[in-house]
């Protein structure tokens, strides 16, 4: 597909589960957002690359989230130890260039985690 | 830290009707860029409207545009002749000389035939 897609779309977790989430970013494009969205709330970033290099990670909240994207296309953003606190929309966004200016960024439809 | 401001939690228009949402932002930066999303029940962030600091100039987009008061910091969205599609969260975000988009709260639009 022509966009940026994420699978899976739900997920339910039981408190304690590691969950792994994934996002096929639109083919050529270097950056690569995650973003979290509480129910009502506006998405709040967690981290970003450019190609394969996790340039910012400042909003990752816990040292039990980690994301990678190995060889500059496909990304994976883990949360291990999940906790209701965590339940949330994952967004993942990418971008042709570097996130400079004007830059479009195309985001994805979520992936929607539910921890019971 | 840069923060975005969405004052109204929910706005109702008639169909064909204008409707304005709000946005204010604070950031210490003079050169950054402001965005409108709007965001269906599917989730998927669409782009709306993009405004570069530096130009002066409202941008428009068709049945949308903004009015940008940068000395107010203030950044609200027009959409004219409304229509039932436009029903969706609206996010005001901001992007400094960076890379991350920061975002408002959202203000949920609902248009009414």
């Known amino acids: 597909g022509a966009g940026v897609s994420q699978s899976p779309r739900y997920k339910v977790a039981k408190r304690g589960q590691d969950v792994a989430l994934r996002c096929d970013p639109i083919?050529?494009?270097?950056?690569l957002f995650w973003y979290q969205q509480a129910l009502g709330q506006g998405p709040e970033f967690l981290t970003y690359?450019?190609?394969?290099?996790?340039?910012?990670k400042s909003g990752l909240p816990s040292d039990r989230f980690f994301a990678e994207r190995p060889e500059g296309s496909v990304s994976t953003l883990k949360i291990q130890r999940t906790q209701q606190e965590d339940s949330a929309v994952y967004l993942c966004?990418?971008?042709?260039?570097?996130?400079?200016?004007?830059?479009?960024?195309?985001f994805g439809q979520g992936t929607r985690l539910t921890v019971v | 830290a840069q923060t975005v401001t969405q004052s109204q939690p929910e706005m109702s228009v008639q169909e064909a009707e204008t409707v304005t949402l709000s946005c204010t932002y604070d950031?210490?930066?003079?050169?950054?860029?402001l965005f409108w999303y709007k965001q269906p029940p599917s989730r998927q962030m669409i782009l709306v409207i993009r405004q570069e600091a530096y130009k002066q100039q409202n941008a428009t987009e068709n049945r949308f545009s903004v009015n940008f008061q940068k000395a107010a910091k203030s950044f609200s969205l027009k959409i004219s002749d409304s229509q039932l599609g436009d029903t969706a969260m609206y996010f005001c975000?901001?992007?400094?000389?960076?890379?991350?988009?920061?975002f408002g709260a959202g203000t949920i639009l609902r248009v009414k035939s």
């Open positions: 975000a901001f992007r400094e000389y960076g890379n991350k988009l920061v």
């Open positions: 950031t210490s930066e003079n050169n950054y860029y």
């Open positions: 690359f450019q190609n394969e290099a996790q340039l910012d």
């Open positions: 083919s050529g494009h270097v950056s």
């Open positions: 966004a990418s971008s042709l260039r570097e996130g400079r200016g004007n830059t479009e960024a195309f």
